[in-house]
């Protein structure tokens, strides 16, 4: 087996030393009622790399791969294009097989690559600090809802309806055994997000309200007056992004008051990868550091007074806390954020504002273009790259039937929001650099067919 | 005359003679420092060439963002520099043996990192129409069967995100079969005080109380205290086996029979799988819920500290409260089952844990390597590493002292605690000491229950060769210890950087870049 490399020989000579005849001997510890005699029965054996690769090619190929026909999918996750260089550096074998940074005398690598990942976020989302990223957006959200119970010492956050239903779906979960108390909605098709609604909502006992900023219709909004109403009753902001490139051309979270924000970092150097692994990024105010779950890179000196980087603050980790752990988290995404990292680096502010620029030009051209046809409705005018349609019929089905055309035509409201039976006829589209006009158009002609 | 050599070159002998420690450049030959990007770049910088901008109606709400954002650019060729010479400063497997215990530091196929970047699998978005993506279904359906298998189990739930989450999600499926037999009551998970610090730390997130289960002087569950202390009010058990000391727990079933008695539910942390698969299934142990590290036992790579995976493979009992969403084969179709086609056959379903269905480009990678070795070869896998781990134990036992060697042979990993070392030397410096020889240190001071731990997991993927050359290492530099050199303790001398101040860190985080102030502004 080419992953094995002791030879029958070498099995010989060792059992010999341990002073066992043979391999059973060192699994005595096993009843005997529990020890399989072979191998597991039902299952094949082994191949060789070809074998492998024609097995797991045949199934990539059953897949309707984003790059190979018109694509308009986003709702938490979206297609941009990656520079080659990023996929090159997260293969170098010294960062993709080396370990969480235990020993950092030799992990300079990976710390000052967090180091550098921590200031960039907090840049980007507009905050003090950031940690060295969680397993996705939806677990930093829920992360985020239990940060501000901590801190506020109350029990009871508010979700906009715009806040994507995946990470509201995962938050009610968790709330179920937490014993936190959520106040949810579902979105509406009104040009503005619910914020209204949400600043009428806050109490006393309110630990954090939860906002998605563009939310999942795609709308965005000015935070600074939610913010405000949340610190009037000592409550937090907790703002999501799902879509880190919209920050190259529209106001941080943090600029408009967030205490914390939350997102995803994929549609930054990750790519789609049918949902994961993904990056969850987390930043707060200095104040809340240790408050703060996850990772945490710090600047140091060594013996000799050269400046380097270790994992720090664990006294909030559970390997030395334990039960009374901030979180139970243990990995966190750092392959991811080195890519993502990489990405931002390559593109720098210039090349994040250029690619936020040419994203929002083409998702509004997309807009004016699909709202020409008859029987679609643009929800809303303030957006950054995706945007909802309201159609004339059911999404789903208009949906199925482009993609058996060969047409990723967006995500349904339907398939995020199967009950809510007044969402039915929505239809998020994401357009970004990757999205060409000709698709555009493609996805405009068969739009008109399947309404007309 | 020859004609040979007509460019003058001769060969030289080197002057002998002390190297200075300085350099110009700080560098020293190929170790090479490295500024922060916040230090060579520049927010005009960008490595990335696009059309041009076209011009079109701004939406942006007036949020426009105005002021910089502070992050600086590089061109491609100093991008890829600079994190090259990062890369440089890292440990990893592709450069050599990386024995951490309990962290199952494998080789990594790159035939892995080649099936995950298909198309049809890295370039797939989560949300495609489902009939649009029965490649990537048929995926996740065929590594569940081969887990299950494996495990001896009923089902598996995949969508955990790293090994803690997947532990979270076999709590909450306790509680949640707890809470449908309206046994609120049981609030108590049991915990040996050899077990990983996120069992505690999940089972409080999860709204457990904690209580630990004392161990034997060989290593193992107490099962005379674990059965006193079942009851009523106990939920249930979480223990790993093989467990944190390298040894199989031989008492797994009458442990599991007891808590089953009991009216509690046993959840086992499958974090040292790697030692029994093809040779174990815990389902005949009697677990009711175990999560698999794919990031271990199924070679996806580390990355530095993640991404991890961690599905979770459930007993008949717990089955019905997994978490959504999961894909089930109905004729020739995969169908996901989500929040909507739930239905009754899933309504005790506890709900969903993360966005989108798990950690695909982990399943893409495992399934790969599960392939690769087939039933067979995992079966080998085990006995290599156990194996691998005896070989060390016995090669080491008579420098360091092995708690456990007397009561029998290891599973994948040997464990030895700093006792007989001199005063003033602990198990960071030998910990460190095999540093500048080369080599990753093991896991220290883990598990908490011998003292100045030196837990080494080998691995199946080191050859004898490598094997004698880090117990050679590791010898000498405990033989170094043992003798109070001191060039141990304040090793490493050799690494790109010395020990590092981590009580300086902690005292004034420094955890972003933040421009020097200038010496003039300041005054």
Aim: net charge negative.
């Amino acid at each position: 087996m080419r992953y094995l490399p002791l030879t029958q020989t070498d099995r010989q000579a060792m059992l010999a030393t341990i002073g066992a005849s043979w391999i059973d001997d060192l699994f005595v510890d096993v009843p005997e009622a529990a020890r399989l005699d072979g191998p597991v029965h039902g299952l094949p054996l082994h191949a060789s790399e070809l074998a492998v690769e024609r097995h797991m090619s045949a199934l990539a190929k059953k897949n309707l791969a984003a790059g190979d026909v018109p694509f308009f999918l986003g709702a938490g996750a979206y297609r941009h294009h990656v520079p080659a260089s990023v996929d090159h550096i997260i293969q170098r074998g010294e960062f993709l097989t080396a370990y969480t940074p235990y020993q950092p005398e030799i992990a300079q690598g990976t710390l000052q690559v967090m180091f550098e990942f921590q200031t960039q976020v907090a840049r980007l989302l507009g905050c003090d600090v950031a940690n060295a990223s969680m397993y996705d957006g939806s677990t930093a959200c829920w992360e985020a809802i239990v940060m501000a119970r901590r801190v506020t010492k109350r029990g009871k956050a508010i979700l906009s309806g715009g806040l994507h239903p995946h990470y509201v779906s995962v938050a009610n979960t968790m709330a179920k055994f937490t014993g936190d108390q959520l106040v949810t909605s579902l979105p509406s098709f009104s040009p503005e997000p619910d914020t209204l609604d949400l600043i009428n909502s806050i109490d006393d006992d309110t630990s954090c309200v939860v906002v998605q900023y563009p939310d999942i219709l795609g709308r965005i909004e000015d935070m600074s007056a939610l913010a405000e109403a949340c610190h009037a009753k000592k409550a937090l902001l907790v703002a999501v992004v799902t879509e880190p490139v919209a920050l190259g051309a529209i106001k941080s979270p943090g600029e408009m008051g967030a205490d914390i924000v939350v997102g995803e970092g994929q549609s930054l150097g990750v790519g789609l990868q049918f949902g994961g692994p993904y990056v969850g990024l987390f930043a707060c105010s200095e104040k809340l550091v240790r408050q703060m779950p996850g990772r945490l890179c710090g600047e140091t000196v060594d013996a000799e007074g050269k400046r380097g980087f270790v994992l720090t603050l664990s006294t909030r980790e559970q390997h030395i806390r334990r039960e009374k752990a901030t979180s139970n988290i243990c990995t966190s995404s750092v392959l991811c954020a080195l890519a993502m990292s990489a990405h931002m680096t390559l593109l720098g502010e210039a090349g994040l504002r250029r690619l936020a620029e040419i994203n929002h030009v083409a998702a509004s051209a997309a807009a004016d273009r699909l709202a020409e046809i008859d029987g679609v409705e643009l929800v809303t005018d303030r957006f950054f790259n995706e945007f909802t349609l309201k159609l004339s019929k059911e999404a789903r089905p208009v949906v199925r039937a482009l993609a058996d055309k060969g047409i990723l035509a967006g995500v349904s409201l339907g398939r995020l929001y199967p009950e809510a039976t007044e969402l039915q006829n929505g239809l998020i589209v994401a357009v970004t650099e990757t999205t060409t006009e000709e698709d555009v158009e493609t996805l405009a002609s068969a739009l008109e067919e399947a309404l007309a | 005359m020859s004609t040979i050599n007509q460019s003058g070159w001769r060969p030289t002998t080197p002057e002998k003679g002390e190297a200075s420690g300085e350099t110009f450049t700080g560098n020293r030959a190929l170790m090479l420092e490295e500024p922060l990007i916040f230090e060579i770049g520049s927010t005009e910088t960008t490595g990335v060439d696009f059309g041009e901008a076209p011009s079109g109606k701004s939406r942006l709400a007036g949020l426009e963002r105005s002021k910089t954002i502070g992050l600086p650019g590089l061109s491609e060729p100093e991008a890829v520099r600079h994190y090259t010479r990062l890369s440089r400063q890292n440990y990893a497997i592709d450069l050599g043996l990386f024995p951490l215990g309990s962290c199952t530091m494998k080789h990594n196929p790159r035939l892995n990192e080649r099936m995950a970047r298909l198309p049809g699998f890295a370039d797939l978005h989560p949300l495609t129409p489902v009939d649009a993506c029965q490649g990537a279904f048929e995926v996740i359906h065929q590594l569940a069967h081969w887990l299950v298998t494996l495990t001896g189990m009923h089902s598996v739930a995949m969508s955990p995100k790293a090994g803690a989450h997947g532990e979270l999600c076999g709590v909450l499926a306790i509680r949640a079969a707890l809470d449908a037999k309206g046994e609120q009551a049981r609030k108590v998970l049991l915990v040996p005080e050899s077990a990983h610090g996120t069992n505690p730390a999940t089972a409080a997130f999860a709204g457990f109380t904690v209580e630990d289960i004392p161990a034997t002087e060989a290593g193992r569950v107490n099962l005379r205290a674990l059965k006193e202390r079942l009851g009523p009010d106990v939920a249930g058990v979480m223990i790993t086996n093989p467990n944190t000391c390298g040894l199989f727990e031989p008492d797994m079933r009458e442990i599991s029979n007891a808590v089953h008695a009991a009216g509690g539910y046993v959840y086992c942390d499958g974090a040292n799988f790697n030692a029994i698969v093809g040779r174990v299934r815990p389902g005949d142990l009697g677990i009711d819920a175990m999560h698999i590290n794919l990031h271990k036992t199924f070679s996806t790579p580390h990355g530095g500290g993640g991404p991890g995976s961690g599905p979770v493979v459930f007993s008949e009992a717990l089955t019905p409260y997994a978490p959504l969403p999961f894909v089930e084969k109905q004729g020739d179709q995969f169908v996901l089952v989500e929040e909507e086609t739930a239905g009754e056959h899933h309504a005790s379903s506890f709900g969903r844990m993360v966005a989108f269905h798990g950690q695909m480009g982990m399943f893409t990678r495992a399934l790969t390597y599960i392939l690769s070795h087939g039933a067979d070869g995992l079966r080998q896998v085990a006995e290599d590493s156990v194996l691998n781990a005896n070989y060390i134990l016995r090669s080491m036992e008579d420098v360091l002292d092995a708690p456990f060697a007397k009561s029998g042979p290891c599973m994948h990993e040997a464990i030895f605690s700093d006792k007989g070392l001199p005063e003033g030397f602990s198990t960071i410096d030998v910990a460190k000491g095999l540093i500048d020889e080369g080599f990753h240190p093991m896991t220290v001071y883990f598990p908490l229950v011998v003292h100045g731990a030196m837990l080494v997991e080998p691995t199946e993927t080191e050859s004898k060769a490598t094997l004698d050359q880090f117990i050679g290492a590791f010898r000498s530099v405990a033989a170094r210890a043992r003798n109070g050199d001191p060039m141990v303790k304040t090793a490493p001398h050799f690494a790109p950087r010395r020990r590092l101040d981590e009580t300086l860190a902690a005292r004034k985080p420094v955890l972003v870049w933040k421009e020097p102030v200038r010496a003039e502004a300041a005054e």
